[in-house]
């Protein structure tokens, strides 16, 4: 599988956009890419995947490059509530997920 | 009612004791997962079985079983538990299918303190 890297941690202002990177320059031809977060200590959240094209649905975009070796995802009008650590997974299918260490996001109001 | 939930919520148990975590889901779905979360640190797979006959080992299996009892029910034990297993556990489960758009669904967790 993939590795990834994101940065350790990252703030936004409320309300505007969050846009958190994920370099993947390992990727395969065949491999998604997928995000997930986890606020507190809660269990993680499934929030988008996508293999090349970008995606967008009711709570993020997914922004992949043309070479795949890296991806943005973006929250469009940050809240409190989307603090929490964001994980960027590469991976064949949704199973057997690697979670790296994350991007602890905090939202400041 | 949750979907997949997860008992002890919370356990303190004494270095050399045996512990089993229960997992419970109604999704409806075949696969189910175990892992564990450091502080500071991702989580990491324990076990995970794909459907009730079938048990795989993770990265981190060593000094932990599993049991699937049912489709619904999957637990983790700690046949001798020592102190630095002391973590934060998930389950999650996921559909049969091997698609991308698969995902997984987390338990609130159980936080484990071994003394």
């Known amino acids: 599988d993939a590795k990834t890297t994101q940065p350790p941690s990252m703030d936004c202002a409320e309300g505007r956009a969050a846009n958190l990177p994920c370099n993947h320059s390992t990727i395969s031809g065949n491999e998604y890419v997928y995000w997930y977060r986890q606020i507190h200590s809660q269990g993680p959240q499934y929030i988008i995947h996508?293999?090349?094209n970008n995606e967008t649905n009711e709570m993020a975009s997914l922004i992949i490059t043309e070479d795949r070796k890296s991806s943005t995802l973006i929250l469009p009008h940050a809240t409190l509530r989307d603090t929490a650590v964001y994980y960027c997974i590469v991976r064949r299918w949704a199973n057997n997920l690697f979670f790296g260490t994350g991007t602890r996001l905090t939202v400041i109001p | 009612d949750a979907d997949v939930t997860q008992t002890p919520r919370n356990r303190i148990t004494k270095t050399g004791k045996r512990i089993m975590l229960e997992c419970s889901q109604t999704?409806?779905?075949?696969?189910m997962y175990w892992y564990r979360q450091d502080p500071g640190l991702g989580l990491r797979l324990i076990y995970y079985?794909?459907?009730?006959?079938?048990?795989n080992k993770g990265e981190i299996s060593d000094g932990y079983s599993v049991s699937r009892q049912a489709q619904a029910k999957f637990s983790l034990s700690l046949e001798s538990a020592i102190p630095n297993q002391t973590a934060l556990y998930f389950c999650?489960?996921?559909?049969?299918?091997?698609?991308?758009?698969?995902?997984?669904?987390f338990g609130p967790g159980t936080r484990l303190t071994v003394l």
């Open positions: 999704k409806g779905h075949d696969r």
């Open positions: 079985s794909f459907d009730v006959k079938d048990i």
């Open positions: 999650a489960t996921s559909d049969s299918a091997d698609a991308p758009d698969n995902e997984q669904f």
């Open positions: 996508g293999l090349k």
